[in-house]
Every structure is written in C-alpha cells, then in structure tokens.
C-alpha cells in the first residue's frame, strides 16, 4: 500500500519539467539548426511554390489578383533548375487546358530525381510538356541552344487568344542562350566565363548577358506578343530584381552599349572581345531599343519565391522548436571574411557575460555596406540580442539568408557556406562563450555548396580544439579554399550538411542559435 501511494506523491516540479518537456528540448542544438534549414529548403519547393501562387477556379486561374479565362489555350515555357517541379506541378493544375510546352532544365536532372525517389516532380509519362536538357556544369551549351530556340519558336506561334506561362528559376540564363547574330555561342560564353572569373557580380554579368541576347532582357515576351504572357518566378537574386533573374527574359529592359562597354573595361576586357560582340554593341542605340515596344498589359511578372520565403518558414519552424527567432535579412553578401566578422561580433551581443563596449556596435555599423545589411536592421538585431541577454531570456535564433563570396586564392574544394562555417569557427575561439552554444549552420538551398556534395556546413565553439586534436591546421586548409576536405576529414564528416538535391534553389540559409541567456550570465 505504502508503494501504491508514494506513486500518487507530489512529485518535485524540476523533476516533472524534465519529463515531460517537448521533444524540441531534447535535440541537440546541433540537429535543430538543421531542422531549421530543412523547414526552409521545404518551404521553397517548386511545387509548393506554384501551388500557394496559383488558383485554378473552374475555366479560370488566378495569379497575384489577376484572373486569366483557360480555353485550351495554355502554353507552357520555362528555364532553370527548379522549373521541372514547377512544371509538373502546373500541368497538374491546368489538365486539359494545357496545350504544349517546352522546358529547358539541367543535364542530368530527371534521372538524378527518380534516383532520389523525387518523381513528383517529374511531368507526367505522356506529358505535353518536351522537356529539354543542357548546360552542363551550369554553362550555355549546344543542347541548351536547341532548347532556347524550340521555346522562341512556340512563343513565337502564339496569337492574342493564348496565355503563356514563363517558369524561371535560377540556372535560366545558361539554359537560355540565343546569341544576337553574328555572336556565336562560344563567342559569347567566353565574355560571360571571362568576366565571372574576373569577379563580376551577377548584375554585371546579366547586364552584359542581356545585350548580347535575343532572348534575355524582354526578347521572350516579345516573340509571345499579343499573346498574353504571365511569368512565375523563383528568385535567386537579392532582392529579386526582375530584370537580372535569369537575365529577365520576360521584362523590358534597356541597353546602353556604353554601360556594357564600362563593365568590360572594369574587368580589362575591351580588348579581348570578339569583333562580334563589338559589332552588336554598336549597332544597339538606346533610342532604338527604348521605342520598340511596350509590354504593359501583355506581360505579368511574379515572384512566387525567394529568400525571404525560406527565412519566414525558418522563423516559425525555429519558433515551434523553442527558439525567439530574429531575421536579420535576406541580402547578406559580401567576402566571406567580413560575414563571419559581423556574425562573430554579434554572438559578443548575445553571449557575452556583459555588454560589449561600444567599439563592438560602432565595427558592426561599419560593416553593414560591406555585407549588404542596412544600419537600420543592424541596430534592430544588436537591440533584440543585447535585451534578450541582459533579461536572462531562452534560447534564440538568428536568421539570415543571401549570397556571400569567396575569393578564390587556393586550388582546394570548398564552397562559400564550408568556408563562412570555417572562418566563424575561428572568430569564435578567441571568446569566452558557454559550453552549450552557440552553434552556425550555413547552407545553399540547391543542396550544393560550390562544387562539392554538401550544401554547407555547421560550427560551434569547440571547432577548432576538435581540429587541433585531430591534426587538422585550418589555416593551412583556408588558404587553399579546401574547405570541404577540412570538414570531410574532421570526425569523419559529422559537421557537414549533406541534403542531397533539393530541387530548388533561392541562394543560402544561415541559422545561428544562441543559447539560454541564463546559462551565459550564470556562466
Ligand atoms: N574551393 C572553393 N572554396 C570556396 N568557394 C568556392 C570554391 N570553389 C568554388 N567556390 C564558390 O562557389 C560558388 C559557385 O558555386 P555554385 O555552383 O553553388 O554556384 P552558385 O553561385 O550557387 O550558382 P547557382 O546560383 O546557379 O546555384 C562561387 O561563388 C565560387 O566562388
Ligand atoms: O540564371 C541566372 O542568371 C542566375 O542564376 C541568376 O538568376
């Protein structure tokens, strides 16, 4: 009996507490960051993406507020890594109504995702849709030119009657190439290949793409013209800028020969271009472009994903794990070096046992044009860390997403989330900070971190007395951009992010988890 009720005896409260707590508590903070990063990989998914921007009502869709009339009238184009999914995703959709369609997407891709078992995303067995695949190793290849001109002759058979469908994600401009006559194909890749290794950012590169293109730069819509043209688009660029999503062949967009002409003489380049190219360039007066025609009215263009949709569904999925997320913003961008300087300098904010001396604040400030971060959301993020720390707050987690740089000095593999990982790891060994956190995590949403078989990885304090333990000299592997080899190596690869193909692509997450502010004080 004494047994019986000493079952029905109140039980300490810690004791309970520690029972009971949500699954969440008991994950390591390690497996939590990656938790999060896979919410925002899901939330970016191309058939999800079409399906949250797209409404079939009976013989009628609605896209952002607009209302289209389906009569069988359908057509169906798209470029990109991600378009596969969303293409089948809109045939789907739309069933009959659905005339044709042509879609040019990587080498490799559909048989790549039956062997991830991802055949959702594959169109159906007698599908209206030609799928077309080319531009190996992401650059312009024969097989991508072919698919470029069956999709310029489909949009070039529509009348007024038709709607067509543009699905752009990113990876469009390889696999889009229609070089303006007499480029060549090889004439072309080799300005954009010069000027990509040269260190031009992806405006400058598409700047130049779009002069040098029948397609980009509204050329698509034009040849759809009059028929209706409506383009769902899955961003890759900070701050989704239409016109340089895969050189926006579906926006009207000027060229200036003598901006063209200043992006190449910034990369001393002028003098090696083809005649061709010079050719082109000249005959391109401004005027002439700026008075051929106006898409207003025939063309629609939406975003239907990005950044800050992964960084959203990041926020709540880190929210229902226990965490107070904070988005600090979806255009990080910059050297690597000065990401992992800000992120070093804000765990000061969130884990130091004081306040961190103003210096600390006033370097953060400074850096912010450096890695694309506006003061404002600076300030605002310093703020929330700093009260939540001197409150003796939970758990946090930061957020942010863009597309940082490397610069490439060694001849190692890595990618620019392996080596953000890397650098924080070392920013982090000079501070004093609790055993339990912080933790990084840095990842690609394509599932590849440059060209290696990671997505990215994760860090925490203990990284670099792991990889001194273990021989590992991280110096030696960052001077030779190898910063997949350090993170295969160091215990047996248990820090990398290896999803495997993720079928999307809207650049990368970064999650910073900070512990309990308890912790750090009493620490
Ligand atoms: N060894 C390396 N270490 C670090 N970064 C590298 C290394 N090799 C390549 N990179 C970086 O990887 C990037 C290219 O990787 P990736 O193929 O993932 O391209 P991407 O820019 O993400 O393209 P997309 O937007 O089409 O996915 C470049 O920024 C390049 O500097
Ligand atoms: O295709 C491209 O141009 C890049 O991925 C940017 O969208």
């Not at 604040?361 to 971060?373: F, H, Q, S």
Request: glycine share 10%; proline share 6%; aromatic share 4%.
């Amino acid at each position: 009996m004494a047994r019986v009720l000493s079952l029905f005896r109140p039980q300490p409260v810690l004791a309970l507490v520690s029972r009971y707590k949500p699954a969440s508590c008991q994950m390591s903070m390690d497996s939590r960051a990656r938790d999060v990063f896979t919410a925002a990989v899901e939330a970016v998914q191309p058939d999800a993406v079409v399906r949250q921007s797209v409404e079939r009502k009976d013989d009628s869709v609605l896209i952002s507020g607009r209302k289209f009339t389906l009569k069988h009238n359908l057509h169906l184009v798209g470029f990109g890594k991600a378009v596969l999914g969303m293409a089948a995703e809109v045939e789907r959709m739309m069933g009959d109504h659905l005339v044709d369609g042509v879609i040019s997407v990587p080498h490799g891709i559909q048989q790549t995702l039956r062997q991830h078992g991802k055949s959702h995303l594959l169109p159906k067995e007698n599908s209206k849709i030609q799928v077309m695949e080319g531009a190996k190793h992401n650059l312009p290849d024969e097989d991508a030119l072919r698919a470029a001109e069956q999709i310029k002759q489909l949009a070039k058979g529509l009348t007024e009657k038709d709607l067509l469908l543009v699905l752009i994600s990113g990876g469009g401009s390889a696999l889009l190439p229609a070089p303006l006559p007499p480029i060549l194909l090889q004439e072309k890749l080799d300005v954009t290949r010069r000027l990509a290794a040269a260190g031009a950012t992806i405006q400058e590169l598409n700047t130049v793409r779009r002069a040098l293109s029948v397609l980009k730069g509204g050329g698509l819509a034009k040849y759809a013209h009059p028929a209706q043209v409506v383009a769902l688009i899955l961003s890759d660029v900070i701050g989704d800028p239409l016109d340089l999503i895969a050189s926006g062949p579906t926006v009207t967009s000027e060229v200036w020969p003598e901006e063209i002409l200043s992006i190449l003489e910034r990369y001393k380049l002028l003098s090696c271009i083809p005649a061709s190219v010079k050719d082109v360039l000249q005959k391109q007066s401004r005027k002439e472009k700026a008075e051929e025609w106006d898409a207003s009215g025939h063309v629609l263009n939406v975003v239907i994903g990005s950044n800050s949709t992964a960084l959203e569904r990041a926020r709540l999925r880190a929210r229902d794990l226990g965490f107070h997320p904070v988005v600090l913003s979806p255009g990080v961008c910059g050297d690597v070096r000065a990401v992992s300087r800000l992120y070093g300098l804000l765990t000061r904010f969130a884990c130091s046992p004081e306040e961190p001396p103003a210096e600390v604040a006033a370097e953060v400030l400074r850096l912010g044009p450096d890695v694309g971060v506006q003061s404002w959301d600076l300030c605002r993020t310093m703020q929330e860390l700093g009260e939540r720390r001197a409150g003796g707050s939970g758990t946090t987690c930061l957020l942010a997403g863009g597309e940082p740089t490397v610069e490439l000095t060694g001849k190692g593999r890595g990618g620019r989330n392996q080596e953000l990982a890397l650098r924080l790891g070392l920013e982090w060994r000079g501070l004093a900070l609790p055993p339990n956190g912080p933790v990084f995590l840095s990842g690609g949403t394509d599932g590849q971190d440059g060209p290696t078989e990671a997505a990215g990885a994760i860090t925490d304090a203990g990284l670099c007395a792991e990889a001194q333990a273990q021989g590992l000299d991280i110096h030696q592997f960052l001077t030779n951009n190898d910063s997949y080899t350090f993170f295969s190596r160091l215990s047996s690869g248990k820090r990398l992010l290896v999803p495997g193909l993720t079928c999307t692509n809207v650049m990368d997450v970064h999650v910073l988890l900070f512990p309990s502010a308890s912790n750090i004080n009493k620490g």
